[in-house]
């Protein structure tokens, strides 16, 4: 049998690379963050992505206020501004500009200049995670002191390449 991290196709590391974000909202009022963790595929017959925010993240009211979300898939290069988008709150700072990115409006969503991919999203679906169905250890690591992630599902409307070329 054949070891996943062996078979590791970019769908089953695009996520856990720290080159993913996900945002929601318009040009004039936005919110993106770096995610590690999602998942790609399909359910009731239509291509998904399934992300997953904390409910004390800035980005948690722009998924909920908001019937489109966006996932931007970028290039290893980007990793540092990855690293800023995903610490530095929305609240506080613009840090679009302090990790030198660019986001630009494409058909009433917000995506950016410099993302290698991004997946308009429409939701379909959102649960939040139940701690009686977590394993011990991952409560301990990730909602000692948090409540759980809810898992947004959004069918994939629209897939752009290259958004600096849009």
């Known amino acids: 049998m054949m070891e996943i991290k062996k078979f590791a196709p970019e769908i089953f590391t695009c996520f856990d690379s720290g080159l993913a974000m996900v ?5 004039a009022h ?8 999602g998942q790609m595929g399909t359910l009731w017959h239509r291509p998904v992505v399934t992300v997953f925010v904390k409910p004390i993240r800035f980005t948690y009211s722009f998924m909920e206020e908001n019937e489109y979300f966006v ?16 610490s530095l709150s929305g609240r506080d ?3 679009e500009i302090v990790a030198g990115l660019t986001p630009i409006e ?3 969503h917000v995506l ?3 993302a290698k991919i991004s997946l308009i999203c429409r939701k379909i679906y ?27 599902i959004g069918e994939v409307v629209e ?8």
């Open 71 to 86: 996932v931007s898939l970028f290039k290893p290069s980007y990793r540092k501004a990855m690293g800023i988008m995903g």
């Open 159 to 166: 897939m752009v390449e290259d958004a600096s070329l849009s």
């Open 23 to 27: 945002g929601s909202g318009n040009l």
């Open 106 to 108: 494409y058909n009433g």
């Open 30 to 37: 936005h919110n993106a963050m770096t995610i590690s963790w």
């Open 126 to 152: 959102h649960n939040d995670l139940v701690k009686d169905n977590i394993p011990a250890e991952e409560i301990a690591h990730h909602y000692s002191q948090e409540t759980p992630h809810r898992m947004y």
């Open 93 to 95: 700072e613009n840090k």
């Open 112 to 114: 950016y200049k410099e």
